[in-house]
C-alpha cells in the first residue's frame, strides 16, 4: 500500500514556478491557490510574446533573467530576493543542518506565502525541497516514486531528508562502534560476579539490576551509603535525566555509560595452557583449545563457569540466561537512537492505522523510544498506553478475516503460519509488518519449532510431537513397522489440502513415482518431517523474519536457544504453588509419598524463573492458561499436571509435553532428586529429553 501526498497535484498544466520550462506559461493550480497568482511566479525564457530583457541579478553567483510582467494577463510578478543582511550572511553557518539547500539551490515564498524552491545549476524550480546530496528520484515501471541513496547504495519508498540521514548515518556510526563497547560489557559483567563471589553476593551489578526489575540506582546528588563500590573517583559524578544512569568526569569534561570504579579493574587468572581468548564480530568472548583444535563459550578456568552452588553463585541455566538476556539488552541499548517515533492510531481501525505508519518508517526509526496517541482521546503515553497499543495489536494480528495465523492443532493453542494465507493478495506485506511489530514487542507465543526457525536451527521429529501428535505418531509408526509386511505403500508424495483444494506436494524429484521401502524410509521420514514444519509458508516466514531482522538483527539471537527465545519474548507469569499442587495428579505415587514431598519442597525452593524452566520442560510452554492450571490443555483435551513413577535411581525426569506429565523416578533422598531434576531443566536442550 503506498500512500501519496494529496496536497499537491501535478498535471500537464500544474507545474511551480520555473525557470526555463515552457510549462512555466501555463497554469499551476494547488490546494486553495489562485492559478494567477502562481503563474505570475513563473519565470520567462525567449518567449517572444512576454517581455525580454535581462538584468544583472545574481543568487549565490548564477545570474538569472529578469522576472517580467504579463500585462495581458493582468499578472504580476514577486520582485527578486534582497541582498541577506550582514548578520544573517556571518550566522549563515550556524544554520542547522536540516535547514542547509544544496549548493545552487534557493528557497523563495510567494506573495500568499507559499514556499518553493529555485535551482539555479539547471534553472527549474519545484516546489519541493531538493533531496540531500548522493540522492536521486526514480520512477518505477508502474509509476511508483522511489529513491535512490548513491552514498550507500541503498533505495527506499520514503522522501528522504536532511534529518532521517543525519539519524541514519548516527545509527552506523554506533554500530561501528558497538564492538568495543561489548567488549567492555563483557569486563563489567565478570566483575561484578567476581564482587558478588567475593562479598558474598551483596553487590549487584547496575545491569542485572535492571535487568531483574530491581530499583534503578538513586540520581546525582543522593547519598549513597551502602555502595559495595564505596565512592566514586574525585571529580565524578553519578547522573539519571533520562532514567538510564551514566557518569560525568569533570576533570575532562566528559560522559561515559561505564562506572569508573569498575572499568578496566577485572583481575582474571591465567587461561589453562594451550588456551587463548578471542572475541566475536559482535564483541562476544570464545575460548580456543588449541590442544584438541576445538572452541567454546564456556571458561575453561576453575571458578569461572562451574562455581559451587553451596558458594552462593548461580547454577548453570541461571548464570547462562542471564549473561545472554543482558548481551542482548545491551545490543538493543547500544544501537537505540534518540528521540521519539509517534503512531497515531483510532481504536476502531488499530490494525490497519498500525500496518501503514510502521511499514512507511524506516526501520532504525522504530528503534526509538514509542509514543501512542490514541486519536480522540487525551491520554498522554509514558508507557501505558504503549503497553495497551501492544497488547491490543498483537491480538488483532490473530483475526480470522486477515487468514495469517492458525492454531497449531485442535488442543493446541500456540500460533503457526496459515498454508492458506496465500489467499490474502497482501499476505507477504502483513507478514513482513507483523515481523517488525513482533521485534519491537509481542505478547503472542508460537510453537517452538517456530522459534526454532528464528534461529536458523532445524526442527526435529520430536518438535512435532507437541503440535501435531497424530502427525507425528502416524511417522513413529513408519518409523517402528516394516511397511513390506505390513502390505502399506506410500511414495514421496504428500497430499495438502488448502482452502478445500487438495495438491500433491514433491518431497523429491518425481517422488510420486518412487516407492518407499525399508532402505530409503529414513530419507523419507526426514524429508516429510521437514515438510510439515514448512509446508506451503515458505514464503510467508522469509517475509516475517525479513521484516523482524530490519528491527532486531537475528544475528543478536544466536546465543538463545529456542525455549530461551520464547521465554524472553512473551515473559513469565507467576507461578501460583499452591494451584499447582492442588491441580496435579499422580501415578503410582500417592501426594503422601516422599518422592512427592521431596519434589514439592524443591519446586518452593525455585524462584520464579527456574519454576517457569520446569513448566516449559514438562508442558512444552513458558505460558499458563487463563484459569491456571487447572485448565492445562494436552493432546486429548483438557489434561492436568501429571508426576509418574518411571524408571531406576540412576534415570532422569523424563517429560511428555502431550500429556503434560513427568516421568520422576523413585529417587532414594532429597538431594539426588534435586541434584537430577535441576540437571533436566537446565541442560537439556530442545525436546530431547528421551
Known amino acids: 500500500v503506498h500512500s501519496r501526498r494529496t496536497c499537491l497535484h501535478r498535471g500537464p498544466s500544474e507545474e511551480p514556478p520555473s525557470s526555463s520550462s515552457p510549462r512555466a506559461r501555463s497554469s499551476a493550480v494547488s490546494c486553495g491557490e489562485s492559478p494567477g497568482a502562481v503563474r505570475g511566479a ?56 536540516q535547514d542547509a539547500l544544496p549548493a545552487g539551490w534557493e528557497q523563495r515564498v510567494l506573495p500568499h506565502g507559499r514556499v518553493y524552491y529555485v535551482d539555479h545549476n539547471t534553472k527549474t524550480t519545484t516546489w519541493e525541497r531538493p533531496l540531500p546530496p548522493g540522492w536521486e528520484k526514480r520512477v518505477d515501471q508502474r509509476g511508483r516514486f522511489y529513491y535512490v541513496d548513491h552514498n550507500t547504495r541503498t533505495t527506499t519508498w520514503q522522501r528522504p531528508t536532511a534529518e532521517s540521514v543525519r539519524n541514519y548515518e548516527q545509527w552506523q556510526s554506533q554500530r561501528s562502534q558497538l564492538q568495543g563497547a561489548m567488549q567492555q560489557f563483557n569486563q563489567r559483567y565478570l ?12 553487590a549487584i551489578g547496575r545491569q542485572e539490576a535492571q535487568g531483574a526489575g530491581l530499583p534503578r540506582e538513586p540520581p546525582s546528588g543522593a547519598a549513597v551509603e551502602n555502595d559495595p563500590l564505596g565512592a566514586l573517583p574525585p571529580g565524578w559524578e553519578k547522573r539519571q535525566d533520562n532514567g538510564r544512569v551514566y557518569y560525568v568526569n569533570h576533570n575532562t569534561r566528559t560522559t561515559q555509560w561505564e562506572d569508573p570504579r569498575t572499568q578496566g579493574m577485572i583481575q582474571e587468572p591465567p587461561l589453562p595452557p594451550g588456551w587463548e581468548m578471542k572475541y566475536t564480530a559482535e564483541g562476544v568472548r570464545y575460548f580456543v583449545d588449541h590442544n584438541s583444535r576445538t572452541t567454546t563459550f564456556k571458561d575453561p578456568r576453575p571458578g569461572f563457569e562451574t562455581g559451587s552452588r553451596q558458594g552462593g553463585s548461580p547454577g548453570a541455566y541461571d548464570r547462562s ?94 500460533l503457526q503460519i496459515n498454508p492458506a494465507s496465500s489467499i490474502n493478495p497482501d499476505h507477504l506485506t502483513y507478514f513482513r509488518f507483523i515481523g517488525r511489530f513482533i521485534a519491537m514487542f509481542i505478547d503472542t507465543g508460537f510453537t517452538l519449532p517456530f522459534y526454532k526457525r528464528m534461529l536458523n536451527k532445524k526442527p526435529t521429529l520430536k518438535d512435532l510431537e507437541s503440535i501435531d501428535p497424530e ?82 538483527p537475528l544475528e543478536w539471537l544466536r546465543y538463545f536457544d529456542e525455549k530461551e527465545l520464547e521465554l524472553m519474548l512473551c515473559g513469565m507469569q507467576e507461578i501460583d504453588l499452591n494451584d ?25 525452593e525455585m524462584d520464579n524463573e527456574k519454576r517457569i524452566r520446569l513448566l516449559q520442560f514438562v508442558t512444552g510452554t513458558c505460558r499458563l492458561p487463563v484459569g491456571g492450571f487447572a485448565e492445562l490443555i494436552g493432546s486429548n483435551g483438557p489434561q492436568k499436571f501429571c508426576i509418574d513413577k518411571v524408571g531406576k535411581e540412576t534415570w532422569l525426569p523424563r517429560s511428555h509435553t502431550c500429556f503434560n506429565r513427568l516421568d520422576l523416578p523413585p529417587y532414594k533422598n532429597l538431594e539426588q532428586l534435586r541434584e537430577k531434576l535441576l540437571f533436566a531443566i537446565e541442560e537439556t536442550e530442545g525436546f530431547g529429553q528421551e
Open 42 to 97: 513563473a519565470l520567462t525564457n525567449g518567449d517572444p510574446a512576454v517581455a525580454t530583457g535581462k538584468a544583472e541579478a545574481s543568487v549565490n553567483g548564477v545570474e538569472e533573467p529578469t522576472l517580467a510582467p504579463r500585462p495581458d494577463l493582468g499578472l504580476e510578478t514577486p520582485p527578486p530576493p534582497p541582498p541577506p543582511p550582514a548578520s544573517e550572511a556571518q550566522s549563515s553557518s550556524d544554520t542547522p543542518a
Open 191 to 202: 566483575y561484578q560476579l567476581g564482587l558478588k563471589r567475593a562479598q558474598g553476593g551483596v
Open 321 to 414: 540466561f542471564r549473561w545472554k538476556y543482558h548481551q542482548f539488552r545491551f545490543l538493543c541499548h547500544s544501537n537505540a537512537l534518540p528521540s521519539h517515533v509517534k503512531i497515531s492510531v483510532s481504536r476502531q481501525t488499530l490494525f490497519e492505522d498500525s500496518f501503514q505508519q510502521i511499514m512507511n518508517m524506516k526501520p532504525y526509526d522504530l528503534r526509538r523510544r514509542l509514543y501512542i496517541i490514541m486519536r480522540g482521546e487525551e491520554g498522554l503515553d509514558y508507557g501505558g498506553i504503549a503497553r495497551q497499543w501492544f497488547f491490543l495489536l498483537s491480538h488483532e494480528v490473530l483475526n480470522p478475516m486477515y487468514c495469517l495465523f492458525e492454531y497449531a492443532g485442535k488442543n493446541n493453542y500456540c
Open 471 to 552: 502427525f507425528y505418531n502416524s511417522i513413529i509408526w513408519v518409523k517402528e513397522n516394516d511397511l513390506e509386511e505390513c502390505g502399506v505403500e506410500l511414495y514421496f508424495a504428500q497430499d495438502m489440502e488448502i482452502l478445500g483444494k487438495v495438491t500433491t506436494h514433491q518431497l523429491k524429484n518425481d517422488g510420486e513415482n518412487e516407492l518407499v521401502t525399508e532402505e530409503n524410509k529414513e530419507e523419507y521420514i526426514g524429508l516429510l518431517t521437514d515438510w510439515r514444519f514448512t509446508r506451503g509458508v515458505e514464503e510467508q516466514t522469509k517475509a516475517f523474519l525479513d521484516g523482524f531482522n530490519e528491527v532486531v
Open 580 to 604: 499447582w499442587q492442588k491441580n496435579t495428579i499422580y501415578r503410582h505415587y500417592t501426594k503422601n509419598s516422599k518422592q512427592i514431598h521431596w519434589f514439592w519442597q524443591v519446586v518452593k
